[in-house]
């Protein structure tokens, strides 16, 4: 005997293509769907409402299903309050815990929609009680005694929907290609930037050391001296290099502006974290005179907040760099919380980390040579990031020029 419910559409659910994927999904799951009602809105505007009954060949396979569509946005009409556990140990989750999206999230608890606050993906929701607010907490976080939503009844989730009006994220329509025409897309950006700033908002941007070997460096700290960055995330070569190259026009020993290896090179980037351990750390070496320009020395010079996460093949590292991952991760969800956009650019596991923390209403930009990394930083399911396949090189000079103008 099959077993059926019903669930819920709201929003503009046929021009952002749920409609679409919950159906795609159902029939992927061997499901079956029988439409009840389906309001299409009149206007561009105006939400759509849609009430569909899924069914399956059994409970177990149901579940399943509907698992699958809630975190697409789906929701049942009649919402149970959520359903609490307690944690028996730091760490360790009660059976059935549920697992976040990157979307904003609500849950009913005393009948009451409560907001879940500092969403993010694969995370946990762990609810106060006594102030009857409720937390995105990760799995290093949980402590014993901690109050844990299991399962999805009474959770409700808001996919992103596509922007009403024709801004940059509009016009990429989350597809990535190396035909696009990259100056067009640039100088979008960089309008988008200037809007974000305008009113008050902040941008982050996430940098690999590619910036540096394509002589790309000027150009960002460029951009981060006109005020355009709020915060920069990275590892220990990005800042190494960068100092590197303004202490000895070198990047790993390569001279930038010939092309040719210089004589002893080799030992210049060792050379640069052993200076700047001398100095104390980059702010030091900018404020002792060793350090006179670059991406580093106009984050120090204004102001600007960098998260120098480490990695286990550093050399050094630079005594700025966060060697414990947790404290990393800590440290980089301080700093992304209020940000409205995010560009990474060249560095394909350090942006993945950002991007796993960050709202999926935070829009994101991509930009990597290779469209494959473009692609895998661009796919987490949301409306709010575009990629770009271009050389850092290219890239920035070009965000810089259109960002000045």
């Not at 473009?374 to 020029?401: E, M």
């Amino acid at each position: 005997m099959e077993a059926s419910r019903e669930i819920e559409l709201k929003g503009h659910i046929i021009d952002s293509g749920l409609i679409t994927r919950v159906y795609d999904k159902v029939y992927d799951m061997s499901g079956n769907v029988e439409v009840t009602q389906f309001d299409i809105g009149k206007h561009k505007t105006d939400p759509s409402y849609a009430r569909l009954i899924i069914s399956a060949e059994s409970e177990a396979e149901l579940d399943n299903i509907l698992s699958e569509l809630h975190r697409l946005g789906a929701s049942v009409p009649e919402v149970e309050n959520v359903t609490l556990e307690t944690a028996e140990g730091d760490r360790i989750l009660p059976h059935g815990f549920y697992s976040t999206t990157h979307h904003p999230t609500f849950i009913k608890y005393d009948d009451n929609w409560i907001t879940v606050e500092n969403i993010e993906m694969d995370c946990h929701i762990v609810v106060d009680e006594k102030a009857k607010r409720a937390f995105c907490i990760p799995l290093a976080k949980i402590k014993k005694g901690d109050r844990v939503v299991i399962g999805d009844r009474g959770v409700r989730i808001t996919p992103p929907e596509r922007s009403r009006s024709v801004n940059v994220f509009e016009f990429m329509q989350n597809t990535v290609s190396s035909e696009r025409p990259s100056e067009t897309i640039i100088k979008k950006i960089a309008v988008e930037m200037k809007e974000i700033k305008a009113r008050g908002g902040k941008i982050a941007i996430v940098g690999g050391p590619a910036i540096v070997h394509t002589r790309a460096a000027p150009s960002l700290a460029e951009i981060i001296r006109n005020g355009y960055i709020d915060v920069l995330f990275a590892g220990n070569a990005l800042a190494t290099h960068d100092i590197e190259y303004n202490l000895y026009g070198t990047s790993l020993g390569m001279n930038l502006d010939t092309g040719t290896l210089a004589v002893g090179g080799h030992r210049h980037h060792i050379s640069t974290i052993s200076e700047v351990i001398r100095a104390g750390s980059i702010k030091n070496a900018v404020e002792c005179g060793l350090i006179k320009k670059g991406i580093m020395y106009e984050c120090v010079k204004n102001n600007v907040p960098f998260v120098l996460a480490g990695s286990i093949r550093d050399d050094g590292p630079l005594p700025d760099v966060i060697t414990d991952t947790m404290v990393a991760q800590d440290t980089m969800r301080k700093h992304l919380h209020g940000v409205d956009m995010v560009i990474m650019i060249g560095t394909l596991l350090h942006s993945i980390a950002v991007g796993n923390c960050l709202p999926s209403y935070v829009k994101t930009i991509c930009v990597d040579i290779n469209p494959a990394s473009v692609t895998k930083l661009n796919d987490r399911g949301s409306s709010q990031a575009i990629g770009v396949v271009s050389d850092a090189g290219a890239f920035l000079p070009l965000l810089a020029k259109y960002l000045r103008e």
